[in-house]
């Protein structure tokens, strides 16, 4: 299996506080694999309500970005009454999809506890299909993220 790629801590300029609940968690107080990738989509959500200034999922919007594919490395525990946040970083642009990397970490610390990578795609709701990544899209998350993979 490839591994997931890697990068620092600095190299993420977005982070999510995250509240855990206490039906997050199993009986030894450990958060369940499935709420890990809730975590990522949070993050993902806040991300591209900051950057690129519209919410995933509106119905009013026909363009959209769409999770296509996601891979996820349980590195360490997260239990209750940590304190985690969630780092986001898109990585690579292509036609018609980006790349994404998050981490999941206890808060001040540089080791992520999980670490997802995703692959998003463009998506038109209405008529069912991909479409091109637009330049104002492209452009955003390049002057937020600075270097970004072509």
């Known amino acids: 299996m490839e591994k997931i790629k890697e990068v620092d801590r600095e190299a993420f300029k977005h982070h999510v506080n995250l509240q855990l609940r206490f039906s997050d968690v199993d009986g030894f107080a450990h958060v369940n694999n499935a709420v890990v990738q809730e975590f990522c989509d949070v993050g993902r959500m806040h991300y591209m309500q900051k950057v690129l200034g519209w919410s995933p999922g509106v119905s009013e919007r026909n ?25 986001t970083r898109v990585f690579a642009l292509g036609n018609k999809s980006l790349q994404m990397i998050q981490w999941i970490i206890q808060k001040g ?15 038109l709701r209405k008529e069912g299909r991909s479409f091109v990544l637009p330049e104002e899209w492209r452009n955003k998350i390049k002057n937020f993220e600075g270097t970004v993979e072509e």
Do not use: H, I, K
Not at 65 to 86: I, K, S, Y
Not at 113 to 119: H, I, K, P, T
């Open 63 to 87: 363009d959209q970005l769409v999770v296509v594919a996601t891979r996820t490395d349980f590195l360490g525990q997260m239990l209750l009454n940590q304190e985690l946040e969630v780092l």
């Open 109 to 123: 610390t540089n080791q992520p506890l999980a670490a997802c990578e995703s692959v998003m795609a463009c998506f």
